[in-house]
């Protein structure tokens, strides 16, 4: 059984750092596509950024290209989002998603989502 359990956001300052970190149980990186996602208050959902499941590679939405970066630790099974320069406007709940194909807005697996905060 898949399971995916956020952390790391928080309040912080515009311009400031976070770095969310998705711990995973039942998933082997290698059948699964990972990424994040995030639902901005009034929004829909939006995709971030993911981890290709063929070739591992990163893939990001324009809002977020050079600001925040994915990546994955094998040994422990998690998948980080190091976000910096962050925005007011990207205050949102984040989510971890997991997929056997592909991570989109319709993932197979979501986790319960963790909130940031940008605001002086």
């Known amino acids: 059984q898949v399971q995916l359990v956020e952390s790391g956001g928080g309040l912080v300052q515009p311009g400031g750092s976070l770095r969310l970190s998705c711990r995973t149980s039942g998933v082997i990186f290698s059948n699964y596509a990972m990424g994040w996602i995030r639902q901005a208050p009034g929004k829909e959902h939006e995709f971030l950024a993911a981890?290709?499941?063929?070739?591992?590679?990163?893939h990001y939405s324009e809002s977020v290209k050079g600001r925040f970066t994915i990546s994955r630790d094998y040994g422990s099974g998690t998948v980080h989002l190091q976000m910096n320069n962050l925005k007011p406007e990207d205050t949102a709940v984040y989510y971890c998603a997991a997929d056997p194909t592909v991570v989109t807005t319709t993932a197979a697996f979501w986790g319960q989502g963790t909130q940031v905060t940008v605001s002086s």
């Open positions: 981890l290709a499941r063929a070739d591992y590679s990163a």
